[in-house]
């Protein structure tokens, strides 16, 4: 009977894989394909065409500015014309910029794209993010975040490395000609999906959100291993001496992330994503303290592997938690806070560590890192209590 009772459980939940979410994989993989091969494709360009490595910097700088500033700006626009129409000009303002740069090398126009192209993409990360939430099941919306951060992983971890080949084997121009036709040809994709609900509950802003603690409580220990993540894309290579054990850890770190991503979703939609947040915090720290013996391939391989399933299920769990807690017309707020505490995090953690190890050197570096992100514990504690005393409230 028990078993019986299972089964008919599991084949009465709503189906994961719905037509409107395929459409919106094509702008998802657009996006991501327009920002991931021209990620690290402008710095080389700009610092070649005679700008020299301020240029480069500035250009990233330039870049990331935008994005976060956009990511604060989005759910005002999405609030007042929808997602669909914002998603679209999001889409446009990634792709289209690019192509100046096959023109011109001009300082000037470098930053200016940038500038524009990061707008763009904070756009399609805030309102697609937001568009994508409302079309998974709230039943299953664990497990679909972990789908999405795969449809868009992939493109990502290809992009990075494909833009700088193709640069130096087919030339830049065509990088940007394919980097802007990405974005541009899924805006064709935009008038097939649905508009969000307008009936879902109030309009959560962005200030309600950050007054908010059931949102910025996930949101600061989600940052926190966030910071980790900067540190490690941009300073192992620096901080550990064989090659070998560098390109293992940044091949399986990745790779944990994604699979602590799909854990977490297929956990947190049964048991509740608010118990993987702290295991999450405590599995990323300890990994980084790991990352801390510096001489040793194992322990390398091992701390990325440790901290990437738990920032993979940081990823999933607090972002699954935060979209709980609002109604539909809040995902916008939502999604753009989340995304600011990510992107803000891995830039503050690069900046913040390479100062640090200036002077204490990578082995205290890392640790101190380790302990910094455990000063995370105070909000996820606190967050673990209200989430029981909320839930014994509605009982």
Known sequence: MANSQSRESASARP??????????FVSLLGGSIGFNLLLSTVPLYAQESGG???AAGLATGALMLATVVGEFLTPTLTARYGYRPVLAAGLGMLGAPALVLALTGSMAAVVAVCLLRGLGFAITLVAGGALTASLIPAERRGEGLALVGLVSGVPAVLGLPLGVWLAQHIGYGWVFVIGAAGPLVAVASVPALPERDRTGGATVGIRQGLRSGGLLRPAVVFASTALGAGIIVTFLPLAVPSAGA????????????TLGR?????????????????????????GVLLLAWTGSAVAVVAGAAVFGLGFGVAQN????????????AGFGTVTALWNVAYDGA????????GAVAGGTGYRWA?????????????????DRRWDRERAVAVE
């Open 366 to 382: 890392f640790a101190l890192t380790a302990g910094v992100m455990l000063g995370a514990l105070a909000p996820a504690l606190s």
């Open 15 to 24: 189906p994961l894989m719905t037509r409107a979410l395929l459409v919106r």
């Open 262 to 286: 799909w854990l977490a979703g297929r956990y947190g939609d049964r048991r509740g994503a608010a118990r993987l947040v702290l295991p999450a915090l405590l599995a990323s720290a300890g």
């Open 246 to 257: 560098v390109a293992v850890a940044l091949f399986v770190q990745p790779g944990a992330a």
């Open 346 to 353: 891995m830039g503050v953690g690069a900046s913040a560590f």
């Open 52 to 54: 020299g490595e301020h």
């Open 317 to 328: 769990a607090t972002l699954a938690l935060m979209y709980e807690r609002v109604p539909a």
